[in-house]
Structure formats: structure tokens, C-alpha cells
């Protein structure tokens, strides 16, 4: 299995192998399904290289210390990473944008975009922007 490090970002090594499993999903299944089929077949694939995730893990999202909702991320892997799954043909801006709030909803320092629906598998590591 592939494993993609880029030490410039926290947890290379981490988000590394959970961007190697969803390589060797690609491979194996290619595009054209729908994310949900992408999300059991990645589950599959991160309990077979032994990463500890919750899978539609609800998290609270709050608005000046009052909690205004929850949104659920597709995975939460070893309580730091937070994953996000699209199977569209391109990433846009737009993505890119969700992924970061969403890392500032759930105050968490570092994401994964993962695109499963173009013919080569699209990813993005993802930091939260730091405050001015």
C-alpha cells in the first residue's frame, strides 16, 4: 500500500496512510460509484491497516459558545483526523472552503478532502486557517 507523506503538514504520516488506503480503493474500484459505496469500501480498507475511526461521526458546531447544530464528517480516524468524502468529477473552491470550515466548526487542526469520482483519485490536506 501506497502511504504519501509531506512533512510540511501535522500528522503527515497519519494523513499519509489514510490518503495510501484511499489509493488502493481507487485501484481496486475506480470511479463511478456513489460515495457511500466509497465510504464502506474506505472503512474496510483502514481496519485492514489497523486505523481506529468512527465513520459519519456527528460533531457539534457552535456559534460564539452557543451550539447551533451538528453536521456529520464521513470519518473521524484516530479522534485528530478529520475525513471527508466526495465522489463529483472535479474539487472546486467551494470544497475546499466546506472542508476548512468544517475544521474551524470542530476546532481541529488538520483534514482530509478525498475525491473518489474523477478517474485519478483527488485529495487535499487541509489546515485550519490560524487566527489573526
Known sequence: MNTITNN??????????????AMEVHK?????????????SLALEMTHQG???SREHEMDIYY??????TRRVDFLVEGK?????KAII?????HLAQGI??????????????????????FRRLMKKPRK
Open 64 to 69: 460564539k459558545g452557543a451550539m447551533v447544530g
Open 101 to 122: 470550515n468544517y475544521l474551524e466548526a470542530y476546532n481541529m487542526e488538520v483534514g482530509l478532502l478525498i475525491n473518489f469520482g474523477s478517474a485519478k483519485l483527488q
Open 28 to 40: 481496486d474500484m475506480g470511479n463511478g460509484f456513489q460515495e457511500v459505496i466509497y465510504q464502506r
Open 51 to 53: 486505523l481506529s475511526f
Open 90 to 94: 472535479e474539487l472546486e473552491d467551494v
Open 81 to 85: 483526523i478529520m475525513v471527508e468524502l
Open 8 to 21: 510540511q503538514y501535522p500528522d503527515s504520516e497519519l494523513t499519509g496512510k489514510i490518503i495510501g488506503c
